[in-house]
């Protein structure tokens, strides 16, 4: 197998290095945010630990009032994100299966594609998201998140 077909392989049809370089660094800052979601470091999130995410950006845009406390309420609002994300329906979403999932939806790519000085604009747009996300001040996230795209 030639470089090129190594690189189609492993990123879904990215066809330079170039591409393949960018898909590294973007993972890599999924990775911090994941890893900052992941509270009990096993490696997995749970769905307390995705329900802590989903309570803290709500805080963070003034829709705590939003914040359901029935957990029937709370199981109707996660079950989606595991039945999307939790390819071996083991009760956890790991890391694997986020990049999976941003594998078949083409987010890499999407994210990745352009210029140099486009994917340097929201690679700092990403970098700025998962410095939100360690630092705990998730009030930016989503305005950041809709910069990206």
């Known amino acids: ?21 960018r898909a590294d660094q973007i993972k890599g800052i999924v990775k911090r945010c994941f890893d900052t979601i992941d509270k009990n470091g096993d490696g997995n999130l749970d769905r307390a630990e995705v329900f802590g995410m989903m309570k803290g950006v709500a805080r963070a845009m003034g829709q705590a009032d939003q914040i359901p406390s029935d957990q029937a309420e709370i199981d109707a609002g996660l079950d989606p994100i595991f039945q999307e994300l939790d390819e071996n329906k083991d009760g956890t979403i790991s890391f694997d299966e986020v990049k999976a999932a941003f594998k078949k939806q083409h987010v890499l790519e999407a994210i990745g594609s352009g210029s140099d000085e486009e994917f340097a604009e929201r690679f700092a747009l990403a970098e ?6 360690e630092s705990g001040d998730l009030s930016t996230v989503v305005g950041l998140a809709m910069q990206i795209n």
């Open 128 to 133: 700025q998201i998962a410095a939100a996300f």
């Open 1 to 21: 197998m030639c470089i090129r077909d190594s690189i189609n392989a492993e990123y879904g049809g990215f066809s330079s290095l170039t591409m393949a370089g």
